[in-house]
């Protein structure tokens, strides 16, 4: 449904060497396992819900119906196509996008690549026809810069 829209805006080069680009669910999901001790207070850690396994079957059709609401996945890759952060997030309602994760690799920080992102991600979201983003922000939610 946003696709057109989408190839408007990405891959985009947001700072020399540095690249965004729109991925599918299954591989935002193989960096952040890979990659997420490094850019984010783990889990555990923060004292966040982990749904327990057994309780999997009986949110199966939550998860269906999530799953239809309209997410963005976006990986940043350096220069030699290694993936150094990432943004996703969702449709909260009808005028709003929740911009669930981001994070940068602590040896990528302060480079001004999360700005340019924004500069390109923000438009985007507006042209889709979204209205408001919103975000959670926590002290705890990043590892110290390199």
């Known amino acids: 449904m946003f696709e057109k829209t989408r190839e408007r805006y990405f891959p985009v080069e947001l ?3 540095i690249m965004a680009e729109a991925v599918d669910q299954q591989t935002i999901a193989a960096v952040w396992a ?8 783990p889990f555990a850690n923060l004292g ?3 749904l327990p396994g057994e309780q999997r079957p009986r ?14 996945y976006i990986l940043i890759y350096n220069e030699v196509d290694q993936p150094v952060g990432w943004s996703y997030g969702l449709m909260h309602d009808a005028i709003t ?7 940068i690799l602590p ?8 700005s340019a992102f924004l500069r390109y991600f923000l438009p985007y979201l507006q042209a889709l026809g979204y209205q408001r983003v919103t975000s959670n922000h926590m002290v ?3 590892k110290r810069d390199a």
């Open 48 to 50: 966040l819900y982990t």
């Open 15 to 17: 700072i020399p060497g």
């Open 140 to 142: 705890t939610n990043r």
């Open 59 to 72: 949110s199966r059709l939550l998860r269906e119906v999530h799953g239809r609401l309209h997410h963005e």
């Open 107 to 114: 040896a990528y920080r302060r480079r001004g690549i999360y």
């Open 97 to 103: 996008f929740f911009m669930s994760r981001s994070a």
């Open 34 to 41: 890979e990659l997420s001790d490094e850019m984010e207070t």
